[in-house]
């Protein structure tokens, strides 16, 4: 997929009515809230079950890209949690990782498939849906994140952090685009860090600690009624 494509802009477009339209439908309808969570809390877990799946019946499937160790497939289990549990701190950490990097992945997709190819499926369901998923969550369920959300998401974070790298470093793999080498990187705003070791990776903390924060900022003020 070509970004700012037809297929793209679509994609973008309904990304946006999707998250207006699902917060506000289990808002007006209470009756459909637990139908409509459980619905979509599935959905993210099975699209990333069919699509291991596919890449193993067909043979496609390697453990340097195959994983599910991208920060998007963490968000997808953790935010399908948050609707099962509503538990605030899976909504906080789902909030922070989906507004940050599936937004900005979805903006900027690293994607050769259009539909109906399943990777196209499922980069769709895992990216607008997910994102449609943490509106929900937070708008639908008002389920806010709430005072010190920002040091807990931090210190989450550096769970996946660390094993990102771990398994990057076992595989050969370049989970959470954390290889400084990485060329994609030059299409990013990670162009911007330093691509020299440990310079790479305490940039990228300190980007992810400043966009934490500015995700956060709408509720800094707002507290939850969970």
């Known amino acids: 997929m070509i970004m700012f ?4 802009w679509a994609m973008l477009i309904s990304t946006v009515v999707l998250c207006i339209v699902m917060p506000t439908l289990v808002r007006r309808r209470p009756d459909l809230t637990d139908p409509v969570r459980m619905v979509i809390a599935g959905l993210l877990v099975v699209n990333i079950i069919v699509y291991q799946t596919y890449r193993i019946a067909y043979g496609y499937w390697s453990a340097a890209t195959d994983l599910p160790m991208h920060l998007c497939a963490w968000s997808n289990v ?3 949690l948050a609707l099962v549990t509503k538990r605030p701190l899976l909504a906080e950490i789902s909030w922070c990782w ?6 900005n992945a979805l903006i900027t997709p690293q994607l050769d498939n259009t539909f109906p190819e399943v ?9 607008t849906g997910l994102i449609t998923a943490v509106c929900t969550v937070v708008y639908g369920l008002n389920i806010r994140p709430r005072p010190g959300a920002w040091l807990r998401v931090m210190a989450a974070s550096q769970i996946y952090f660390l094993s990102a790298i771990a398994v990057n470093s076992l595989t050969n793999a370049n989970y959470g685009f954390l290889d400084p080498m990485d060329p ?3 299409r990013t705003v990670l162009a911007v860090f330093p691509n020299d070791g440990i310079w790479f990776y305490v940039a990228f903390e300190l980007a992810g600690a400043l ?4 995700v956060l900022m709408p509720f800094r003020y707002v507290t939850s009624d969970q």
Not at 5 to 8: D, L, N, P, R, Y
């Open 98 to 103: 989906v507004m940050t990097g599936s937004v």
């Open 78 to 80: 953790v935010t399908a």
């Open 184 to 186: 994609f990187r030059n």
């Open 5 to 8: 494509s037809s297929e793209h």
């Open 119 to 127: 990777p196209f499926i499922y980069f769709v369901i895992g990216h």
């Open 211 to 214: 966009l934490f924060g500015l």
